[in-house]
């Protein structure tokens, strides 16, 4: 398990703005998975299983709720490295 954490600008907290719900987003479906009010920019998952997640920010307040942030994209650790280059040494006696 990790924990994952997230932050944004200031500005995604304007006037009238009261809360950030935090989504994950998986295929086309949103999960909400945490919520900061008021002028909080970062929010920590805790115990968040390994691999990719992708995850989205709306502010929310007296308009209802904005559109999505920029999706923040965890990294899969099980994923082979890309790019690998082998050598092969031979060493004669």
């Keep these: 398990m990790a924990n994952v954490k997230l932050q944004w600008d200031a500005g995604a907290v304007e006037e009238g703005w009261t809360a950030v ?55 899969n650790p099980n994923q082979p490295p890309k790019n690998l280059r082998w050598s092969i040494v031979v060493t004669l006696p």
Excluded: M
């Excluded at 691999?51 to 502010?59: E, I, K, L, P």
């Design 21 to 75: 719900r935090v989504y994950e987003l998986v295929g086309v479906n949103y999960t909400k998975v945490g919520e900061v009010v008021g002028t909080a920019t970062e929010l920590t998952l805790l115990n968040v299983v390994p691999g990719r997640h992708v995850y989205v920010a709306r502010s929310f307040g007296i308009w209802g709720e904005s559109g999505d942030s920029n999706q923040a994209i965890t990294p």
